[in-house]
T-cell receptor, first 118, second 116 residues
């Protein structure tokens, strides 16, 4: 197990194009998160999956964004009609939530996909 | 006011110094507190996590949480040039079992440089 992986690592696109990113979580992790990080800021939560169910979406996730996690394994994040304001690092994290009072749900992050919209 | 405040620095210290990094927060529901280290153009790497108030030590790193003051700290002893990175505090309100989000709320990060 080599940790959370994300592809591509870098993506340059023109405004108005669609892009799709992929995240492969740590094996057997049932929770998967997407965050967005812009320069000089901490990561901001976008959305969260438990197994294949998308349980929460941030108001940052506009209608142009869609995320899926078929079969509860890898996840994809698609951005339609990209805008220059979408330029950021998109981070994926995964965790194993065993439940219980002392469940820490420690999140491990991937290397991120850096998106540049021209 | 943001939920989590963190001084972005930059902070520059000589090798061997003790480094103190801090965050304040406003949401009293936060119960899990984490510190991540992020090297340039890389993903965040978990350093420490603490549940509720108290101290936790791991090698050269000590994390402290004071929930009464809504204040958390990370201390790095005998700092090394390899510690040069951005340090992010993160917090979560979810406490345990059941469905729902354990989303992390991050500070802006403090950029640390350790000079040889």
């Amino acid at each position: 197990d080599t940790g959370v992986s994300q592809n591509p690592r870098h993506k340059i696109t023109k405004r108005g194009q669609n892009v799709t990113f992929r995240c492969d979580p740590i094996s057997e992790h049932n929770r998967l998160y997407w965050y967005r990080q812009t320069l000089g800021q901490g990561p901001e939560f976008l959305t969260y999956f438990q197994n294949e169910a998308q349980l929460e979406k941030s108001r940052l996730l506009s209608d142009r964004f869609s995320a899926e996690r078929p079969k509860g394994s890898f996840s994809t994040l698609e951005i339609q009609r990209t805008e220059q304001g979408d330029s950021a690092m998109y981070l994926c994290a995964s965790s194993f939530g065993a439940g219980g009072h002392l469940s820490t749900d420690t999140q491990y992050f991937g290397p991120g996909t850096r998106l540049t919209v021209l | 006011q943001k939920e989590v405040e963190q001084d972005p620095g930059p902070l520059s210290v000589p090798e061997g110094a003790i480094v103190s990094l801090n965050c304040t927060y406003s949401n009293s529901a936060f119960q899990y507190f984490m510190w991540y280290r992020q090297y340039s153009r890389k993903g965040p790497e978990l350093l420490m996590y603490t549940y509720s108030s108290g101290n936790k030590e791991d090698g050269r790193f000590t994390a402290q949480v004071d929930k009464s003051s809504k204040y958390i700290s990370l201390f790095i002893r005998d700092s090394q040039p390899s510690d040069s990175a951005t340090y992010l505090c993160a917090m979560s309100a979810k406490t345990g079992s059941g469905a729902g989000s354990y989303q992390l709320t991050f500070g802006k990060g403090t950029k640390l440089s350790v000079i040889p």
